[in-house]
Nanobody, 126 residues
Framework: QVQLVESGGGLVQAGGSLRLSCAAS????????MGWFRQAPGKEREFVAG????????YYANSVKGRFTISRDNAKNTVSLRMNSLKPEDTASYYC???????????????????WGQGTQVTVSS
């Protein structure tokens, strides 16, 4: 049984930082690219950041580039998202997702991802 379990969300003031973590189990972790998505109330779930299977490549949405950093630890089956300089518009539920694909690339479409976590709430106050 595949499980992706996010943690680290919370309430933070604008300009602050948070670190989200996702622990994966039940899947060959190094065979999956990993991504973070977010969904604000009334909006579609959107891609935030992704990291390739090997960890050699990362990709970010323009809205978070330069502020967020994704990383993975293949020995511990975890992926993290460091979020700095948070803004109120970053408020959303954040989801970890796993994408199996034969190539070592990052895909940004929701439908590409095979497994999802339950989400963790991030609220940024102004």
């Amino acid at each position: 049984q595949v499980q992706l379990v996010e943690s680290g969300g919370g309430l933070v003031q604008a300009g602050g930082s948070l670190r989200l973590s996702c622990a994966a189990s039940g899947l060959p972790f190094t065979s999956y690219a990993m991504g973070w998505f977010r969904q604000a109330p009334g909006k579609e779930r959107e891609f935030v950041a992704g990291i390739s299977k090997s960890g050699g490549s990362t990709y970010y949405a323009n809205s978070v580039k330069g502020r967020f950093t994704i990383s993975r630890d293949n020995a511990k089956n975890t992926v993290s998202l460091r979020m700095n300089s948070l803004k109120p518009e970053d408020t959303a539920s954040y989801y970890c997702a796993a994408d199996w694909f034969k190539e070592d690339i990052i895909r940004t479409g929701r439908s590409s991802y095979d497994y999802w976590g339950q989400g963790t709430q991030v609220t940024v106050s102004s």
